[in-house]
Nanobody, 123 residues
Framework: QVHLAESGGGSVQAGGSLRLSCATS????????MAWFRQVPGKEREGLAR???????FYTDSVKGRFTISRDSPENTLYLDMNRLEPEDTAMYYC?????????????????WGQGTQVTVSS
């Protein structure tokens, strides 16, 4: 059984940094893709970054150059390092896992989700 649990969210001023963690259990990193999404109330969930079993990464334009996705297989943890944060980055952040690396535009294709961690960026 797969379980994901995010942590590391909090409040930060614009220009600051945060590191989000996603503790995983039951995930086979050699077969599954993992990703980070975020969601603001009243809006659709937005895909941000994806890492595949070969550790190839992909980012959406809104976070490219500012956010970095990585994973530590021995520790079974996925990370999202966020730099130069902007008020527009304020959202609930989720990690997710999937077989076959769905597009970040296809939130429904990701099979398991964590409960989320809140990030608030003040100006």
């Amino acid at each position: 059984q797969v379980h994901l649990a995010e942590s590391g969210g909090g409040s930060v001023q614009a220009g600051g940094s945060l590191r989000l963690s996603c503790a995983t259990s039951g995930v086979d990193y050699s077969l599954e893709c993992m990703a980070w999404f975020r969601q603001v109330p009243g809006k659709e969930r937005e895909g941000l970054a994806r890492i595949d079993p070969s550790r190839r990464t992909f980012y959406t334009d809104s976070v490219k150059g500012r956010f970095t996705i990585s994973r530590d297989s021995p520790e079974n943890t996925l990370y999202l390092d966020m730099n130069r944060l902007e008020p527009e980055d304020t959202a609930m952040y989720y990690c997710a896992t999937a077989w076959g690396c769905p597009s970040l535009d296809n939130a429904q294709g990701w099979r398991v989700w964590g409960q989320g961690t809140q990030v608030t960026v003040s100006s």
